[in-house]
Nanobody, 126 residues
């Protein structure tokens, strides 16, 4: 079964906002996050949230992006504002059910997430 499904991607203009959603199925994930990958670049950590703690995002997008979960804990969002062309990438939702005791910034490597969505394309035109 597909456990993570992203939605909300699309084509927008620089300066626009976009909100990505990731819907999780099954038992609760203790940590959830977002990664992105642009052509020719390595997969880049965007942000993560642990349980119901306040999430955190990378310094690259801090101030423009924010990550959050719904009250039920089965959805994680990535609110993106003032988008730039360099934000163009496939955005992946990632999650894991292993015990999560560290802060969100601890989980910046893909190896900390064993469940991945199919990705959603975000294209920001200049």
């Amino acid at each position: 079964q597909v456990q993570l499904v992203e939605s909300g991607g699309g084509l927008v203009q620089a300066g626009d906002s976009l909100k990505l959603s990731c819907t999780a199925s099954g038992d609760i994930f203790t940590r959830m996050g977002w990664f992105r990958q642009a052509p020719g670049r390595e997969r880049e950590w965007v942000g993560a949230v642990v349980k119901f703690e306040t999430g955190d995002v990378s310094n690259v997008v801090k101030g423009r992006f924010s990550i959050s979960k719904n009250s039920a804990g089965n959805m994680v969002y990535l609110q993106m504002s003032r988008l730039k062309p360099e934000d163009t990438a496939v955005y992946y939702c990632a999650a894991d059910r292993r015990p999560s005791y560290e802060s969100p910034t601890y989980y910046q490597e893909p190896k900390y997430f064993n469940t991945w969505g199919q990705g959603t394309q975000v294209t920001v035109s200049s």
